[in-house]
Structures are given as C-alpha cells and as structure tokens.
C-alpha cells in the first residue's frame, strides 16, 4: 500500500474538520496510507514568515525533520496556507543547502538528517497524480450534472517557483480532475483572484465584497457548486455567504476538491463531512447518480 | 637574411603616451633581420603612409612590420601602401601596439618592454611570409530571394530591374505575404491590397524573374558568386500550364466549409482554390489533407469540371537545382495567436482576436465586406477595447523586444473602426505609445483628437466573458495602479511578431546566423545592416526584426543593390589566406593519408577529395584537397591533421614557431629558414 506524510495543521483540527475528515476518507477509499508527522507543530503561516524569517524557516523546517526522521519523503499539506509554508522553506533550503544543514543541525539531527529530501504536496497536485491510476479507476460515481467553478484563490498557485504551477494566472489543474470525474467545468474569469483571506478578521468589508464578485461571476458562468482546495477559501465563501448574499440570491455550496473527488470515488455525504457546511449541499447531491459503474469506462 | 623593415606608430597619443616608440624603434634595429626601423606620429597619415613607401624603395625591403593600431582597422591601408611600393601586399605584418598594449596597460616601462616583444614576435614571423595572391573565384550572375511577401518582392523587382536574372521562391502558394492580409495601411491608410497587387502582378510577369511559388529550398550548398541551391516545388496537383485559373474547380468543390487561412480563420475556404483573388500566380492548390478524393477516392469534382484536364491527383513533388551568385533572405515573420494567452479569456473566446484578424475584418475583401462585426454572432461592436504589447516586451514570458508596429496598426484599427462605425467606442489599453517615423506622430494625434480613441495607460490582467460581453480587467498605472474593469463587446490583441517557426531550420541551411530570439543577424546593426556574416548572403524585411512596410522596401531596395554592387564585378577575389593541402611530386605526391579527419570538422565544407592518377589512370591514392572559395581560413583542418599536411597560408606552422620562439627569446630556427 501507498504510503504518504500527512500535515493537517490547526485548520484541518478545527474549522476545516470537515476537510480533513474528507482527505482521510478519500486516501482510505484508495488504499493510501496517510501516516500523520508525529508531534508536527504550527506551520507559521499568518504571522511568523511577516516577522521574523528564521523563525518561519525553523516552524517549517521542524515539522520537514519530523517528516524525514520518520521516514517519509513527501507529506501532503491540505491547507494551502501550511502548504505555501513547507513548500516555501523547502524551497528556501534546497536554495541555500549549507543553511539546510545548520538548520537539521539546531533542530537536533541526526548528522545524516536531509531536509531538502521532504516534499510538501498539496492535493490537487496529489489528486493529478492519482488519476490516471487510483482514483480514475475507482471512481464508481460520475459527477454529471455538476457545473463546478474551479476555484484556486492565491496560496495554491502563487509565487509559481514555490508552487511549481506553470500558469499560475491561468491554472488548469482542478479543472482536469472535475472533468475525468464527469463534471462539467465552467469558464470564468476569477480563479485565481484573492478571497481576501488576510482581512478576514479586520476588514470584513473587503472579504464581503470579493466574495459576492466571486460568486457573481461564477453563478454567472453556469456553475452550481464551487470547488476549493483551501480552507480559508471555503470559510470566507461557504460560512460567509448569507452575509454577502442578498434577498433573491441564490446560494452556491462550496465544496473541497476531496469532497468532490470523494463522492466521485462513492463515498457518502457523511464520510466526507458535507453535512457540515453553511450552504447546505442537499440539492446538488440530489442531481448526482448512483454508485455503478467506473467512470473512466464510459 | 632577410630585409626587414619596422615602422612604430605613436597614434598621435594613443600609443606614445604609455609606450617609447623610440625606444621600441631602436631595439628593433637589434633584431634579426631588420634592416631599417623608424617611429613616426601617424603612419596612417599620407606622410606617414609615404615614409613606408620610400624606405621599401630605397632600403628594398623583402618585407615590413607596421607596430600600430589593430590589423582590423589599418591592415588594409598598409597593405596597399606596401603594394604601391612595389612590394606583395601580403608581406606587410601588423604587431598590435594599441588595442593590445598602450590601451591596457599603464606603466610606461613594462608597457615599452611588452611593445618590443610584440614586435619581435611579428618580426620573426614576417621573415617567414609568403607573397601570395588573392584567390580569384568566377561569379554566376543569378540571385537567389527566398521569400515573396512585399521584401522579396521589392528586392527581386530592384535586382531584375538591374538587369539581373532572380529565381523568387515563395513557400505559399501565392506572393504578397503579410501585406496582402492588410486592410489599410499606416500612416497615410491607402488600401494595401490596391498598392501591392500591380507590384506582385509586376514580380510575376517579369522577364528575368522567375517565380517559383509553393516551392521550397532544400540545400543550399557552394559559397558566394557560387552557390547551388535545390528548390522543391510541391505538388499542387494542378498542372499550371493547362490552368487559365477559371475557377470552375472550387466552384465545385464540396468541402465549403474550410477554415481560411488567408481570413485567419474568419472565413471559409474550399479545399481547391487560390488562397485570395489577387492571387499571383492565379493557379489553385490542393490541400491534401482536407481534400475527400485523397481521403476517400470517391470525389474527383473539380477534375471533371477542369475544362483543360488540369487537375492531376497524381502530381508528385518536384526537385529542381538552381545556380545562383547571391542569395536574399526575405522570409518575414508570423504574430503569435491568442491562444498563446491562456488569461485572456482562455486563449479560444471568438470575440477576442489578433490584429491580423482585425485586419481581415477590415479589410473590404474578408470575411464580413470590411464591417466590423464580432466573431460569436455578427453583431458590431459597440466599444471595442485594444489590448496593446500582447506578448512584447514580456521579458517574463520569454519575450524582451517591442514588435514596433503595433502601436501604429492599434491607432489604425481604431480609426478605421471609428470611421466605419460612428458610434462605436474604441478604447486602448496601452504600456506607453511608440510612433517613431515619418508621419507617425502626426497619425496616432489624428486617432487620439480628432476621432476620440481613448487611449488608458494601463498594463492589461485578465479578460473573461460575462453578460454575454467581455471585462477586460487590467491596472491603471498611471493613477497609481488602480484597477479598472472596462466592458467590451470585441478585444484587439496586439500580438507580438515572432520569427517564422522554421527560421532556424532554413538559417542552417544557409548557414547564415540568428540572434536568441530567432531574428537573422546581420554583421553590424549600424554600419552593415543587411549583409549577413556568410559572404553573398543578405536580409531584406521583417525575418531580420520587426519592420513595417516603409523600412522594410528600404532595406530589401538596399539588399537589391548589394547584390547589383557584388555583381557589378567580373569575378571576385578573396583574401588568400586559406588552408593548402601538401603536394610534392611524385613518387611522393602528398603526406596527406587520405583520413579525411579535416572534413568531418571543417565547419564550411571546403575539403574536397582528389583522386591521385598515374599517366595510365590507375588511381594511386585519394587526397584531400581544399577548396579556396569556400575556405574562411579559420585553421581548424590544420589542427586536425595527423600528418602535419595541411598549412594555412599567412599562418604557417614555420611562422607561429618563429613567434612563439622569438617570444621565448630562444633561438629555435625552424628548418628551411630563409
Ligand atoms: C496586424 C498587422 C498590421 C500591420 N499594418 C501595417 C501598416 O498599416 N503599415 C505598415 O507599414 N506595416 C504594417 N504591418 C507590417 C507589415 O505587415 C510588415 O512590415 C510586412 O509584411 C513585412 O514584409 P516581409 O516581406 O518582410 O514579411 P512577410 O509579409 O511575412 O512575407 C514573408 C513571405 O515569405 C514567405 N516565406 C516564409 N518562409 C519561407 C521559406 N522558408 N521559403 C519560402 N518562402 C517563405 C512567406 O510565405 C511570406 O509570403 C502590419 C503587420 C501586422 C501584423
């Protein structure tokens, strides 16, 4: 069986639970192994990178030794914000590999302990490896009837040398897994535009009105679900939704990349956490059809 | 002993001012073989020139060291003063005082001991100069112009006119180029279409132009007044010496439905035809791959309605070989297409095109009669937003250069769009406008006052389609960088002119070069702008960086007449100094052993192989030999020879020997020393 490092990170263990409970119950469905790091700690993402770089470098840095003391040479990073952390300080230490060494030494070794060997992945570029094999041909569900807005916000595409993303304006990624799962992909012109995550607390305004622009044009472009891959993407659109939204607008459930992938893979509702979500999902379920054949059959 | 003269140069300061050239003069004198040695201010001046002359004829010198300036800048002049003396060009030697001492040096001392060893390094190697004589090499008087769009038909009309014989190969199957897409044209908007067709018409019927359409080069091989090139003529599967170009084949034709290349893809074509009206020659093509009698044997409509029996499914490519003396490269550009820009509406949204398909809209024989109206449904437009630098100076994106003409044609398009529909609303998005050129300022001030085109200092992010319209999303930055969401109903995409996609391939086999971003090079951007470094070759148009249509005649008029100048010769003498390949008589006849190591590395395909036979014809033995009008004398052969049988003349190994040796100040005196 696959084996491969799993990072939750604080949001996966508190309001994007429903996200980790999704990846779990998707790598479950398809016999991968996910071996938590043990003792992670917090990423550093939000404030540590903006303060002190050294300090961001060793949070990254100490949960990348963890990784390899276990033995793992990629962890999968769900939240986009953790990922852009790991991937960045591993980037940061391959660059700088004499930096790389001092650091494994401050963190306690062992001599032979190479931090540059851990590679942080996020799960669309984890579910793009899967598909041709693994999920392609364990999907039992097609997502037909699904219109589905891709959208990827900053951190899983920006800066493309972190996020090894070719057209980090114009990402196709998410749209290739939806479409070899049966969904319909929509066109539309915000994929990549900034949810305003980091006014999140202090400015809610601006959250507000990227939201509704968001919604706007992807209601517009057809879509009846949106598809994240980041749990501050899906807070700002699903929790704040009713907020943005006015009388006579209809609300969009959003949805993760593993939930979708999920139900795709036959998975129920429950399994992957849809019963937990602002936006309720109940309509969109009811289009999609039964459990049968493989998908990449038909 | 041989007679030596040396001759030291102050250049004015240039070289007195860290070196003795008194000093350098008298410890000349010691050397071996110098028989007179002098310093003068300017030896490059007459006087300084005259004093050379008078001591080859008094002293009778065998031989002189000009210590100067580099041999790239005053070899020439004192060759010829030397030869006006009497003496062979040729053994006149330049010892580089300036460039390679006085300019880089700063201590007067080691400075002046430096000038003295360089001199007494040529010194020892002028004793052992040859006279030699220029390799004369016949000229064919032929030229060659690979490329019929407005370049290559200006530069074959200029060199015919000049009483020259052209083979014009055009790779479509018609001339014109790019400018027959136009509609009108910058800065004065006449119609393209009205002042270009006399002129294909002209390249067409010309009696010493010879018109190879839909053809291709092959090879290219020989060397300047001689080169041999293979052109394939690709089947058309039309006879065209039966063909009247009546039209009664596509009029038939059941595949209406094609995709024009000519329109950009805006309208329709049929799988026989001509790809426009005006086409030169008048004949059709097949196309092959979209043609049902090809794919399937059952069709065959346009045979039976030629009226001459001038379809032929059966036609194959032809190869033809041609002499030629000179050889034009005029073979233009392409734009990028739109879906080279993945965020501009996903590269593949029909109302947002290139201006090559503005043109076509435009133009009053495409697609839509000269309306503009938009791609998705017909519909003209109501603001139109023109997206400049798509693809330019993008250093990001793999692109440094400014395409140059796109701020006129932007201007033009929204002028004519203007013009043509009076309420419409043509916005610019701009980096900064360029309008360098004659009447070019004049024009784009003409858009901006008197038409109303807004012209937004901007850099464009994103265009995506909603409400059945299209948002550009771009930053103003000239407020700041505040963003801007215009809505439009069509989007213009300046793109970027790149290099046709087998420029590298055909630069190969000319053996011409090309800069990083695939332009043809020429050999200086100033002072030699349309010769390239391989003699006899030249550029004319936009396949050497983007141009517009008036410096583009410019330089394909310039091309024509160095052509004309380089044929205006009887035959062509080049430089001497070439590699030569040991003879002797027999019994031994040549040490070359017949390896061939020098042809595998000679980058010039000069080495030839030379069948040795005696008086009855039995062959003794197969040498090399070298071929004096292709040699560039660049050595390479000497290095790889294993028997020491290949010398290069003016470079002999006695001569670097003597260098080197005298440098060591050893005596090492090579055998068979004068
Ligand atoms: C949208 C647009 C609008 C423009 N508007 C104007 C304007 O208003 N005014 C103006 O002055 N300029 C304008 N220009 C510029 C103008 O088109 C060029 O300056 C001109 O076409 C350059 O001519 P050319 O012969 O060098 O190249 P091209 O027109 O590209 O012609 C090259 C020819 O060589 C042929 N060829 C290519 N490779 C080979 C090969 N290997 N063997 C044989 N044949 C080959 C091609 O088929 C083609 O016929 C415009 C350009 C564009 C893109």
């Given at each position: 069986m696959d084996t491969?490092?799993y ?12 996200y980790d409970?999704?990846?779990r119950?998707l790598?479950q ?7 938590e790091i ?15 770089r050294?300090?961001?470098?060793c949070?990254?840095?100490d949960t990348l ?6 033995g793992?040479?990629?962890v999968l990073?769900?939240?986009a ?12 230490l391959t660059?700088?590999?004499?930096l790389?060494?001092?650091i494994a030494?401050?963190?306690?070794g062992p ?5 540059t060997r ?27 009837g ?6 990827y ?7 493309p040398?972190?996020t090894?993303?070719e ?20 066109r ?5 535009e900034?949810c305003g995550a980091s ?5 809610k305004?601006?959250?507000l009105r990227?939201g ?15 598809c994240?891959?980041?749990?501050m ?12 939204l006015?009388?006579?607008q ?16 036959g998975?129920?509702p429950?399994?992957?956490g849809?019963g937990?979500?602002?936006v309720s999902?109940d309509?969109?379920?009811s289009?999609?059809?039964?459990v049968?054949r ?5 | 002993?041989a007679?030596?003269?040396v ?9 007195a001012?860290t ?17 007179t040695?002098?310093d ?6 007459d006087?300084g020139?005259?004093?050379i002359?008078?001591?080859i004829v008094k ?8 210590a100067?300036?580099s041999p ?5 002049t004192f ?6 003396a009497?003496?062979?060009p040729?053994?006149c030697?330049?010892?580089?005082l ?8 700063t201590?007067r001392?080691q400075?002046?001991r430096k ?5 007494r390094?040529h ?6 100069n040859?006279p030699?004589v220029?390799?004369r090499?016949p000229?064919t ?6 490329g019929?769009?407005i370049?290559?038909i200006?530069a ?7 009483g020259v014989?052209?083979v014009l190969?055009e ?17 004065t908007?006449?119609?393209?279409q009205?002042i270009l067709?006399?002129?294909m ?5 010309h009696?010493?132009i ?6 291709e080069v092959?090879?290219?091989e ?8 293979s052109?394939?003529r690709k ?17 038939q ?8 290349v ?10 026989i ?10 004949k ?5 791959e ?11 409509r346009c ?13 194959q490519?032809?190869l033809?070989t041609?002499?030629?003396g000179?050889?034009v490269?005029?073979t233009g550009?392409?734009?990028l297409?739109?879906e080279?820009f993945p ?10 095109i290139t ?6 809209l435009a ?5 839509t ?38 701020c ?13 529909y009076?309420p419409g609303r043509p916005?610019?998005?701009?980096m900064?406008v360029?309008?360098g ?10 858009a901006?006052e008197?038409d ?18 299209l ?12 963003r ?8 213009v995409?300046a ?14 086999k000319?053996g011409?070069g ?21 003699a006899g ?7 050497q960086?983007?141009?517009?249509i ?9 091309a024509?007449?160095k ?10 003498l080049r430089?001497?100094l ?16 017949g390896?061939?190591?020098?042809e ?13 036979r005696d008086?009855?014809?039995?062959l003794?033995k197969v040498v090399a030999r070298?071929n ?6 660049c050595?390479?052969?000497?290095a ?6 290949i ?9 670097i020997v003597?260098?080197?040796g005298?440098?060591a100040?050893s005596?090492v ?6």
């Open positions: 491969i490092g990072f939750p990170g604080c949001s996966l263990q508190g309001s994007a639970f429903d409970r999704s990846v119950a790598a469905q398809l016999s991968i192994v996910l071996r043990p003792d992670w700690v917090c990423c550093g993402a939000s404030s540590a990178h903006a303060v002190d050294e300090v961001a470098l949070l990254a840095a030794a963890k990784a390899r003391r276990a793992l040479d990629e990073v769900p939240c914000m953790c990922f852009q952390r790991l991937a960045a300080a591993s980037q940061e660059e700088h590999r004499s790389a060494g001092e030494g401050a963190l306690g001599a032979d302990l190479d931090l851990v590679k942080a992945v996020n799960p669309v570029e984890w579910l793009v490896r899967l598909l041709p094999g693994t999920l392609g041909t364990r999907a039992r569900r097609p997502l037909t699904l219109r589905v807005a891709c959208y916000g900053c951190l899983l595409v920006r800066p040398k972190v090894r993303v057209e980090p304006e114009a990402p196709r990624q998410m749209e290739g897994i939806l479409k070899a799962l049966g969904a319909t992909t929509v539309w012109g915000r994929a990549t900034c006014f999140s607390l202090s400015r305004s601006v959250v990227q509704l622009r968001i919604w706007e044009l992807a209601v517009e472009a057809g879509a009846n679900v949106l994240v891959a980041c749990p993407c899906h807070a700002n659109l699903d929790m704040r939704q009713s907020e943005f006015s009388e006579g209809e609300a969009l459930p959003v949805l993760y990349l593993t939930q979708l992938a999920g139900l795709a893979a998975l129920g429950e399994q992957l849809l937990d979500h602002f999902v309509r969109l379920l289009t999609l059809g039964p049968g493989p998908v990449t059959d038909t | 002993m007679r030596i003269g001759f030291v140069c102050h250049c004015g300061e240039n070289i001012r070196v003795d050239c008194a000093g350098v003069a008298a410890a000349s004198l010691e050397m071996p073989g110098v028989a040695a002098v003068y201010r300017y030896l490059c001046s006087p020139q005259a004093l002359r008078e001591a002293v009778g010198l065998a031989g002189v060291v000009i100067s300036c790239r800048m005053h070899e020439k060759r010829r003063a030397a030869e006006a009497g003496l062979n040729y053994l030697e330049i010892a580089n300036r460039e390679q001492c006085s300019w880089v040096h201590d001392d400075a002046t000038a003295i060893e360089i001199v390094a010194v020892a190697r002028a004793r052992y040859a030699l220029p390799v090499v000229l008087r032929r030229a060659l112009v690979v019929g769009g370049a290559g200006q074959a009309l200029d060199i015919a006119e000049g014989e052209v190969v790779r479509s199957p018609s001339l014109g180029g790019h400018m027959a897409q136009l509609s009108e044209t910058f800065p908007l006449d119609c393209s009205c067709t006399p002129r018409v002209e390249a067409g019927t009696g010493r010879r018109l190879e359409a839909y053809s092959e090879k290219v020989g060397y300047v007044g001689n080169f041999q090139v052109i394939r089947a058309r599967y039309v006879d065209p010496n039966r063909c009247t170009g009546c039209g009664a084949c596509w009029q034709c059941p595949m209406k439905k094609l995709k024009s000519f329109d950009e893809g805006l309208g329709k074509r049929t799988a035809g001509v790809p426009f009206p005006q086409a030169v020659p008048n059709p093509v097949i196309d092959r979209n043609c049902i009698q090809f794919k399937t044997k059952k069709c065959g045979q039976k309605a030629c009226p001459v029996g001038a379809i032929d499914f059966d036609q490519d032809d033809v041609e002499q030629v000179a050889i490269a005029a550009f392409q734009v297409g739109k080279a965020l501009y509406a996903d590269g593949d949204h029909p109302d947002v201006g090559l398909q503005f043109e076509r133009s009053a024989s495409g697609p009669g000269g309306e503009i109206r938009r791609p998705s449904d017909g519909e003209i437009p109501r603001t139109v937003v023109f997206i400049q630098c798509a693809g330019s100076r993008e250093p990001a994106l793999g692109r440094g250069y400014c395409s140059k003409i796109c006129m044609y932007t201007a033009k398009h929204a002028m004519l769009y203007k013009h043509k009076h916005i610019v998005l701009c900064d360029r309008t050129g004659k009447g070019y300022d004049e024009f784009w001030r003409r901006t008197q109303g085109v807004l012209y937004i200092r901007s850099r464009s992010a994103r265009v995506y389609p909603s409400g059945g319209r948002v550009v999303q771009a930053a103003d930055t000239l407020l700041g960088g505040e801007m969401e215009l809505e439009a109903d069509l989007v995409l793109t970027a002119m790149v290099p046709q996609p087998d420029a590298r391939a055909l630069a190969r000319l011409i090309y800069d990083s971003d695939g332009w043809y090079s020429e050999v200086h951007p100033k002072l030699r702008p349309v010769e390239c470094a391989s070759i030249f550029l004319a148009g936009a396949c960086g983007p141009k517009d008036p410096e583009t005649v410019a330089q394909a008029s310039a024509a007449s052509v004309l100048g380089l044929f205006a010769a009887r035959e062509l430089e001497p070439v590699s030569r390949v040991h003879r002797a008589p027999p019994p031994v006849h040549s040490i070359c052993g390896c061939f190591a020098c595998q590395v000679c980058p010039y395909r000069a080495i030839e192989r030379e069948e040795i008086r009855k014809g039995n003794i070298v004096a009008g292709l040699c560039q004398g050595g390479t052969c000497v790889a020879c294993r028997a020491k049988a010398d290069l003349e003016g470079f002999t190994d006695e001569q003597a260098a080197l005298a440098l100040e005596n005196e090579p055998a068979g020393a004068r």
